[in-house]
């Protein structure tokens, strides 16, 4: 996911710089590269949505715990959050599957440069899998933790 990530941002990066230096500098439009660029953002901003699950560090606007002392309660309230998140990550699977699909069906192309548009959709598709397996994953840290916390060892 992280060499996805790198390489998606650069080739975002380089098509953007692209881009500029032909618009302002030569005065030309490369006739695509938009398209391409937008499809190539879907990429990145999905990795880097599933990677943030991984790793745990996605945004969150979290108060609760300005609330509630309870360790357990405070554990399970986040478990149900997250349970929240893979539930809305996982309507993301059904809706994204059905989108692949349809395109497959109508083999969809971009507008410019004639490209299966399935080659970017799929990106929804694999980022919404992996979040939902990740948040899932999250849910079970904490009812983990709200239930069997760690033994403090000195």
């Not at 309870?70 to 996982?90: M, P």
């Not at 959709?121 to 009812?143: K, N, P, T, W």
Request: charged share 10%.
């Amino acid at each position: 996911m992280s060499v996805i990530i790198i390489l998606v941002t650069v080739l975002a990066s380089c098509s953007m710089l692209l881009q500029v230096i032909a618009r302002y500098v030569f005065e030309i439009a490369i006739s695509g590269l938009d398209e391409l660029t937008g499809h190539i953002a879907v990429w990145m901003y999905m990795m880097g949505a599933a990677y943030g699950s991984l790793n745990k560090t996605q945004i969150k606007a979290e108060m609760v715990h300005l609330f509630i002392k309870n360790r357990k309660a405070l554990c399970c309230i986040r478990a149900l959050t997250t349970l929240i998140g893979a539930v809305i990550a996982g309507y993301m699977v059904t809706w994204s599957y059905g989108y692949v699909k349809w395109s497959l069906l109508k083999h969809e192309v971009t507008p410019t440069l004639q490209l299966p548009t399935v080659i970017f959709q799929v990106s929804i598709l694999i980022g919404a899998v992996l979040m939902v397996i990740y948040f899932l994953r999250e849910a079970v840290d904490h009812l983990l933790e709200a239930f069997h916390p760690p033994s403090a060892t000195n």
